[in-house]
């Protein structure tokens, strides 16, 4: 690798004056062909000589070689000054960076020696006492804070080195491959404009060997990684190795690939390495709209077609969405993963069970169970999920094409499944066939309903409650609440398994929303049928970052049911709702107001909204019969009672909010078994508000807070709380229960 002092003094300079050079030398062989040609190959031509024994034709092949031999001078000298420019422009930027780091490093109080080892100028003592993982548990390492600022900055600089030694070796490997067989064979005639044509060249024909069975050797395998590596994200080079694969040889070469990460051989990290390379290529190449569009053709065509001679294996679409699996999805450009999910959804239509299986089985073998398939549809939705914007443009009711597709993933599609046919041992059918839902359905679908409607990379540690919607994300978010409730008809407590938990994330999302909704408290959300402009459409609240879902109460009660089904995506959405009623309670002022409605009305809307959690809870509960130990162990699943969500997120909320909770200790957990209990045993269950212990805790959590702060709530507002939030319980928890058709 380049050592740091060559990088820091390379005399840049002298590479650009090797390119000016280069450029005489291709003018004086300009003026030397010229010469050659109009001096001796037109007087050669004009003079008209033949010979008997045809020493005439001799004459004329010797002068028309060397004439080519000048040429061709021109053309390696062109070569040459190519690649060297292209080294200078990149060496260039590679010095600026590390200079740059090094003024940066000075500021920040870390100096970097001549050779490039890293110190800090003025080292807190404090810095180097180990790290703990856990209070009085060091960090196995003995990693120190000052420890860690160098290694940092040393990654820094180890990142910049290796991006130059890989450009040194290019550069020097193409000035190798320009100069032919080093003049063995007279000038090249046969060199590349850049160094990106070269390793393209090389790689392609490297990638060419081993898609035919030829093993590549030690030398050859690192040399492809090296290459294919630096180059991932480069589109011209990208555009060159694609165009001279070519689109078969290229899905041919991901199925040996993925064979290579399936198995277990001892080159098998290269391969992977070589594989997630060649998928960022992929998306680096049509980064060029023009390009993108012949690729995108060229896919359409091999999508719905086997490789020759395989009648059972991957479709075209199948292989290519593997491929890109492996790449940094966040940055494939927006028109060829929606142009590639388009182009599939079309063929699909076509043939609506291309992606599904079949299987024969003897009677008494057809317990085969849920299979994993292959859908190009849905792993491509979950590639685009890794780009938010993409995904919430793709999806946008009100942009182009958004709401057909929403229509056609949530209601019109025939997912994949497994067709299991009976058979007798000699093969005649026995009855009709068996359909099962694949075991991966709808996962790439939800990972993108997740990131369109919160603008996050599905999974991601954020509940910024505080944080507004983008208009279109608030659509993608109420149009999918209203495709799954059958537009409020019902059928929101529903939902594919494989959907919960994103969805629950995103619903928990928009709790700030959901919360006003169910509360009906607010001007906008006092309509059980959702909030409606002068013409009688639904519409959002709000506008542009600032946007708000108006569902209606049922369909969000009837959906956050279908969530449910799962205990812990349950949990999220309920621990979600209590650090959101903390938030509200915690960040009311200090003065009651005229009627005390600064205080009452947060704390009588927890009241409210808890009632409806819990009556969901309880009928998911109910409902899981044999499997409600297994039901209220997920739901209670990893729970503390400090501030914190399931399903990995953390809340943004203050610090009011974060002692009301870390004081309000009652598991919350028993109020759904108790409301679920009085549901079903009880005459009275209508009147009675038994789950009412965890939003009587939360409450007297804020009074508490309020007291330390020298705030109190006064007595009768207390009382005033206490009935409310009770009687608004009771109410929204039998509301809550009649949406989802269960008789109190």
């Not at 292209?86 to 200079?99: Q, Y």
């Not at 012949?294 to 077609?305: A, F, I, R, S, Y």
């Amino acid at each position: 690798m380049i050592a740091y002092e060559q990088l820091y003094h390379l005399d840049v300079a002298g590479i650009k004056g090797a390119v000016d050079q280069w450029t005489e030398f291709i003018r004086r062989y300009d003026t030397m062909e010229q010469a050659f040609r109009d001096e001796v190959v037109t007087n050669f031509d004009a003079a008209g000589w033949n010979s008997v024994d045809g020493t005439h034709v001799f004459a004329r092949v010797q002068i028309a070689s060397a004439n080519k031999e000048f040429i061709d001078a021109v053309t390696e000298a062109k070569g040459l000054r190519a690649v060297l420019d292209d080294a200078h422009d990149e060496l260039k930027a590679c010095k600026k960076e590390l200079l740059d780091l090094e003024d940066k490093a000075r500021g920040e109080g870390v100096l970097i020696s001549g050779t490039g080892k890293v110190t800090l100028k003025d080292p807190k003592p404090e810095g180097d006492k180990p790290i703990e993982i856990a209070p009085g548990m060091p960090a196995p390492d003995g990693a120190t804070p000052n420890r860690i600022k160098i290694a940092a900055w040393e990654a820094r600089i180890e990142v910049i080195l290796v991006k130059a030694t890989d450009i040194d070796i290019s550069a020097a490997t193409a000035l190798r491959r320009n100069t032919g067989e080093g003049g063995k064979e007279g000038f090249n005639d046969k060199t590349v404009k850049s160094v990106d044509q070269d390793e393209a060249q090389r790689s392609a024909k490297l990638l060419e060997k081993y898609e035919k069975g030829e093993k590549l050797t030690p030398a050859q395998l690192k040399e492809l990684e090296r290459v294919m590596s630096h180059n991932e994200k480069d589109p011209e080079f990208s555009r060159m190795l694609l165009n001279d694969l070519g689109p078969e040889a290229t899905l041919r070469l991901q199925q040996d690939l993925e064979s290579e990460r399936a198995g277990d051989g001892a080159n098998k990290d290269k391969y992977n390495s070589i594989q997630n390379s060649l998928a960022n290529s992929v998306g680096a190449a049509n980064q060029d709209k023009k390009f993108s569009e012949q690729w995108l053709k060229d896919m359409e065509k091999l999508g719905t077609k086997r490789a020759d001679g395989d009648y059972d294996g991957d479709y075209g679409y199948q292989t290519l969405t593997g491929l890109l699996k492996h790449g940094d999805a966040a940055d494939y450009p927006p028109h060829m993963t929606m142009g590639l999910t388009d182009d599939m959804i079309a063929a699909e239509k076509k043939n609506p069970e291309i992606w599904s299986d079949v299987r024969r089985v003897t009677v008494g073998n057809e317990d085969v169970g849920p299979q994993t398939l292959k859908d190009p549809v849905d792993d491509m939705l979950g590639i685009m999920s890794d780009d938010p914007d993409t995904a919430t443009k793709y999806l946008d009711p009100a942009g182009d094409k958004g709401e057909e597709r929403m229509k056609y993933l949530f209601d019109k599609r025939d997912w994949p499944d497994t067709e299991i046919q009976k058979e007798t041992v000699r093969q005649d059918d026995v009855g009709e066939p068996i359909h099962i839902e694949a075991k991966n359905n709808r996962v790439g679908f939800a990972d993108a309903i997740e990131a369109a409607t919160t603008g996050e990379q599905p999974g991601s540690h954020r509940a910024d409650f505080d944080k507004g919607h983008g208009d279109d994300q608030a659509r993608v978010m109420q149009r999918t609440i209203s495709l799954l409730d059958n537009n409020g008809d019902g059928g929101g407590d529903k939902i594919p398994a494989n959907m919960r938990e994103p969805l629950a994330r995103s619903l928990g999302d928009y709790t700030a929303d959901t919360h006003k909704i169910i509360a009906g408290s607010e001007d906008g959300y006092r309509d059980p049928d959702g909030y409606r402009d002068k013409d009688g459409n639904r519409r959002l609240l709000g506008e542009g970052d600032d946007s708000h879902i108006t569902s209606p109460e049922r369909s969000v009660i009837r959906v956050m049911r279908g969530i449910s089904e799962d205990g812990e995506a349950f949990q999220h959405l309920y621990k979600s709702e209590r650090d959101y009623s903390a938030e509200q309670m915690g960040s009311a002022p200090k003065a009651g107001g005229e009627g005390n409605e600064n205080h009452v009305v947060p704390a009588v809307d927890t009241g409210n909204v808890l009632g409806a959690y819990n009556a969901i809870g309880s009928d998911a509960y109910l409902d899981a019969k044999d499997e409600r130990k297994q039901w209220a162990d997920d739901m209670g699943k990893g729970l503390y009672h400090g501030p914190g969500l399931a399903l990995g997120q953390v809340p943004v909320i203050g610090d009011p909010a974060l002692r009301m909770l870390d004081m309000a200790v009652y598991d919350w957990t028993k109020d759904v078994k108790l409301e679920a209990e009085a549901t079903a045993d009880s005459e009275n269950a209508k009147e009675k508000a038994s789950g009412l212990g965890g939003t009587n805790d939360l409450i007297n959590a804020w009074y508490q807070e309020r007291e330390k702060q020298g705030e109190p709530i006064g007595n009768m507002t207390q009382r005033a709380i206490a009935q409310q939030s009770e009687q608004g319980y009771v109410t929204s928890r039998n509301s809550a229960l009649e949406d989802l058709g269960r008789t109190v």
